[in-house]
């Protein structure tokens, strides 16, 4: 979604202003622009493109002051236009507000401030805030009371913050549905979309509700309530991640960097206590019924979950995407949700979990980001503890969710009894290889990857085919492709291919096809049938697998053989695979792999 963040300080801040949404870019990156109070008002610089470019053509350092907002938007309504830019002005330009989210009723809003003369530049729903706080004060009301007056009439979601040219020592900012979150310096202070706007500066944050305001000057801050502008007194939370984690760390981009730290996320996921593991698998096997959730990548997770349940625990829990969940899925009393995310700000999976706590189901998250509205939200969080993603695509925090919601499934197959304790310790220690495997893999195979990447890469159709668990991670593999290497990749299960989709079979569609271990006897064979299938019809085969026999079989256009490996976890091996080939295919096409177009880190908004 969009970044926000914004400075108070006694010295200069326009350097970290810039340098500070530079880091918030990864949330939506098509134009930007910053606001900075000095002796003439809130002097506004914004344009399309990505920060680096436009913070040279704008000069966005040769602005000076001690407090500014700023901006990096992803386009919701009105296109990439520099008017749409924030941050945006009132009529007379002495105020400037930068927004995040959606303001539903912008156009009733719009139409009444028209009528009474305002006049707009931009497209945007954000653009009616300024406005609206401006019609406040010409009634003469104090910029605070005109400010919380404005944000009371906006419906939807909002993060918010707005400078002043009458009250430059101050920052006012407003949370709903939005993530926004406050840094506290010495003599200076902080807002953030997340804590990578300010954790170089600070790791002291205190995290905004919904339903709140602030005003934030370098001294201090003071948070309310919008409704009736009490006081609210909150924890000051110290951020555990690090300044260095979010940075490249030598790699050319953070996606290669991110594939790279896998090792180390799953070993962060197996070193997540018991106890919190248990806790889920209770909540699951406990309640009348349950289901898992999240949305794209973090969906295919939950679907891994699904999967997982059933071998080990012999327990059906649906997985539903968050966004078509409460069309399909009425989750009430006595059920429970088990939501997993990244970010846990995504709107769908975050409207899911609040309507099944309004019905009174139980709820659960298995999230990355601390602070986050969904990791406060439901009533058991199990932090991932993955670090910082920055790539846009999802690569570690994935992994790391599966690993989770296997030894959910496992403690689950305890509960159930599907499982002795014997077979705990022994799947637990399957699961402690999988380290040593990916980074084995990364280390030895990776030349192998760019090779067959480099081959394949002009080849724009693709159907990505796996049976059992290798379809949820065919699935992923195919949304990877897509955001990172803009190709047309269907993921499918194998065995409906044959049920429609195989009449697009030709020379030209190309078959990645996920094949299970030959341990799993049924599986692979099944697999080699949609194979034979695929390959009588003129089809061509790309496969990912494991099989030394396999290897040399004429079915085979091209492959990529992974490490021996157990079927428990031989299913996050060849997602690791397909994430380097996804990487490698759009390095290949000289695609912008951190910042894939159309795309933004955390979605939220509907
Ligand atoms: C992942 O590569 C995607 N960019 C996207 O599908 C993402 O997983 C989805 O928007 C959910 O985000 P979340 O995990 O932050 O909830």
Not at 70 to 88: D, K, Q, S
Not at 154 to 165: D, I, N, P, R, W
Not at 216 to 228: H, M, P, Q
Not at 549 to 554: D, E, L, M, R, W
Request: charged share 20%; proline share 4%.
């Amino acid at each position: 979604m969009c970044g926000i963040s914004g400075i108070i300080s006694s010295n200069t801040i326009t350097k970290k202003l810039l340098n500070s949404i530079q880091n918030l870019e990864y949330r939506g990156y098509d134009s930007c622009g910053m606001a900075i109070i000095n002796s003439h008002g809130p002097v506004i610089r914004k344009n399309i493109g990505h920060v680096a470019d436009v913070a040279e053509k704008e000069l966005f350092l040769s602005m000076d002051g001690y407090v500014g907002i700023a901006h990096t938007r992803w386009a919701t309504h009105g296109g990439v236009t520099p008017a749409n830019a924030h941050p945006h002005a009132n009529c007379d330009g002495s105020i400037a507000v930068v927004h995040n989210g959606i303001i539903s009723n912008y156009l009733d809003l719009k139409q009444t401030l028209i009528k009474k003369r305002h006049h707009f530049i931009s497209e945007t729903d954000s653009e009616v805030i300024p406005h609206l706080i401006e019609e406040y004060r010409k009634g003469g009301m104090p910029l605070e009371s005109a400010f919380s007056a404005a944000l009371k009439e906006l419906e939807g979601s909002f993060a918010v913050a707005m400078v002043a040219y009458e009250e430059p020592g101050r920052i006012f900012c407003a949370k709903h549905e939005s993530p926004l979150i406050i840094g506290l310096g010495n003599n200076e202070n902080y807002l953030g979309s997340d804590f990578n706007a300010f954790i170089e500066y600070t790791k002291d944050a205190v995290v905004m509700d919904d339903g709140e305001y602030a005003i934030i000057s370098n001294e201090g801050y003071a948070i309310k309530r919008i409704g009736d502008g009490s006081p609210v007194l909150k924890k000051v939370m110290q951020i555990e991640w690090d300044a260095e984690m979010s940075k490249k760390g030598g790699f050319p981009h953070y996606m290669l960097k991110e594939i790279y730290e896998q090792p180390e996320t799953v070993n962060k996921a197996l070193a997540i206590s018991q106890e919190a593991i248990i806790s889920l698998a209770r909540g699951l096997v406990d309640s009348r019924r349950a289901f898992l959730t999240g949305v794209g990548t973090t969906f295919y997770a939950a679907q891994i979950g699904q999967y997982y349940l059933a071998s080990e625990a012999g327990l059906s829990i649906p997985a539903i995407s968050s966004d078509e969940f409460l069309e399909s899925t009425p989750a009430g009393e006595g059920d429970f949700v088990l939501a997993v995310s990244q970010s846990g700000e995504t709107y769908d999976t975050l409207r899911v979990l609040r309507e099944a706590k309004n019905r009174k189901a139980k709820t659960a998250a298995i999230v990355n980001v601390i602070g986050s509205t969904m990791a406060r939200l439901v009533d058991t969080t199990v932090m991932q503890g993955s670090g910082p993603e920055i790539c846009v695509i999802s690569t570690k925090a994935a992994l790391a969710q599966m690993v989770i919601l296997i030894r959910t499934a496992i403690e689950a197959g305890i509960i159930t009894g599907k499982l002795t304790p014997a077979d705990r310790k022994a799947k637990l220690k399957q699961l402690e290889t999988l380290p040593g495997l990916i980074s084995d893999f990364l280390n030895e195979h990776s030349a192998f990857v760019h090779n067959l990447a480099k081959r394949q890469a002009h080849h724009h159709n693709w159907l990505y085919l796996g049976r059992g668990k290798y379809y949820p991670i065919a699935l992923e593999a195919a949304l990877k492709v897509k955001e990172v290497a803009y190709l047309h990749t269907e993921g499918m299960p194998a065995g409906f291919l044959k049920h429609g989709t195989i009449a697009l079979i030709d020379e030209k569609l190309k078959c990645l096809v996920f094949v299970p271990t030959e341990k799993e006897h049924e599986l692979y064979k099944m697999t080699m049938s949609s194979i034979e299938e695929i390959k009588a019809r003129g089809g061509s085969v790309v496969a990912i697998h494991s099989s030394r026999a396999f290897a040399k079989s004429p079915l085979l256009d091209d492959q990529l053989l992974l490490p021996s490996a157990p079927p428990l976890v031989m299913p996050l091996v060849a997602l690791v695979a397909s994430q380097l080939l996804s990487y490698f295919f759009a390095t290949t096409l000289g695609r912008n792999v951190d910042k894939p177009r159309a795309l933004a880190k955390s979605v939220t908004v509907a």
